[in-house]
């Protein structure tokens, strides 16, 4: 592909050494090419160190990565630099640097999910992501959008949206009565079994937010091309990946999907008010942009000259606009400690945690797992019931314990801990501690 991480990660904000002036790291202009500096191989990874890296209060246990991050170390300080160089030098920091820092940004996403650069699309967050692609993609009345009726709030509503003004179909079905005994197999035939011969798309989510299942999105992408289904040709997988990306072991070619969205600043642990589109070069073909890029090379003069753009690049869906550029630069960021562990251990990590919670609930009168056991069937979230409580009443008396838990805001409400690599064993088993009480009290 042509990236050097080493480039990504040293060349656009290393933290700045003790001592030194930020006047002295952020020169007005930068070379073309960042400075490629030594990334060290992945490492047995100190769990503790991690936990170092975020500023978090140490007076309760916060297991809501899955809502908000802190920003870690190596994130702030690229976040600071950036913002003093355009604090300093507003417009010409910005006229010389924005387009070669934010495909920086795009190749750090693209290395991560093993593509080029040049397919990442930049985004505020999964909301504007699952919305760029649903109301760009290039579908006519009477076509149809397959989606799971779990599936959350912005996916149904960015359909619903995109169903008004073109006169697609948006069908739900669901699969929540597969969960009491949840197998791969079963979630797969209920997804190809759906399809029909309006379909055009497939709108999946990787993780979902409610339940914590982890669809099998590999599997049924090779069952729908490998035409199980009649009507399965041509058919657009996309995927609300958010909370995979960041916890899981996976590349844009090993989930085999089309479009993968997510924000940056849940699992990934990057700056706030970031995120991202992930496609192939066959999934930008089938979609139009929606907001004016600036940094799209030939935007400009197209439009000077008043000629269209023969055919879609994730560079042209980017949406412009003037926004919190220092957050968009420091995206390459969040990666350090990514691959300072290595890939695979952050997704260990993640699961053993996650199955520690598990199995420590289940072992629980009055409570009910809702998240599969299975590691192939779920991530990092784990969502429960206390039997004879409301899911706010149970988040609301953790809360006032020291634990920061959510409410799964479906209809269906279900409580939500998230466990991940800046948590421990030890805050697991004190969160385990206090369920035992409350759940004993129900």
Known sequence: MGIDRRQFLGGVGVTVAAGASAAAQVPVTTP????????????????????????????????????????????????????????????????????R??????DAIGAYLGIDGRNVALTDSTTMGVALVYQGLKLVRGQEVLVTDDSYYVTHES??????????????????????????????????????PRTRVLALTWVHSNTGLKMPVRAIVDALRSGRSRSSYGVLVCVDGVHGFGCEDATLASLGCDFLMAGCHKWLFGPRGTGMIAGTDAAWQALSPTIPSFIDSDAY???????????????????????????????PEAFAIHYMAGKSRV???????????????????????????????????????????????????????????????????????????????EEIERVLQELRTIAGAA
């Open 101 to 106: 820092l934010q495909n920086a940004s795009r």
């Open 301 to 331: 003069s197209r439009w000077i000259r008043d000629e269209p753009a023969m055919f879609t690049t994730a560079a042209m869906a980017t949406p412009g606009g003037f926004k919190a550029f220092e957050h968009v630069w420091a995206i």
């Open 159 to 196: 359909l619903r949206l995109a169903a008004e003004k073109s006169g697609i179909i948006v069908r739900s079905f669901p699969l929540a009565d597969l969960l009491a005994a949840p197998s791969e197999g079963a979630i797969v035939e209920r997804v190809i079994s759906q399809i029909g």
């Open 347 to 425: 997704a260990a990590r993640t699961a053993e945690l996650a199955s520690q919670l598990k199995e420590g609930l289940v072992a629980m009168p009055n409570i009910i797992l809702q998240t599969p056991r299975s590691r192939a069937l779920s991530a990092g979230i784990v969502a429960f019931d206390v039997a004879g409580r409301s899911a706010p009443d149970v988040v609301a008396t953790l809360r006032a314990r020291g634990i920061v838990a959510s409410v799964a805001p479906y209809r269906v409400e279900h409580v939500r801990l998230a466990p991940c690599i800046r948590n421990s064993p």
């Open 32 to 99: 073309q090419q960042p400075v490629p500096v030594p990334l060290p191989a992945p490492q047995p990874a100190d769990w503790s160190h991690v936990r170092r890296m975020f500023p978090i209060a140490y007076d309760h246990v916060d297991m809501s990565a899955m809502l908000l991050t802190a920003h870690p170390t190596p994130v702030a300080a690229a976040i600071n630099r950036y913002r003093y160089a355009l604090d300093t030098h507003p417009v010409t920091y910005l006229q010389h640097n924005n387009r």
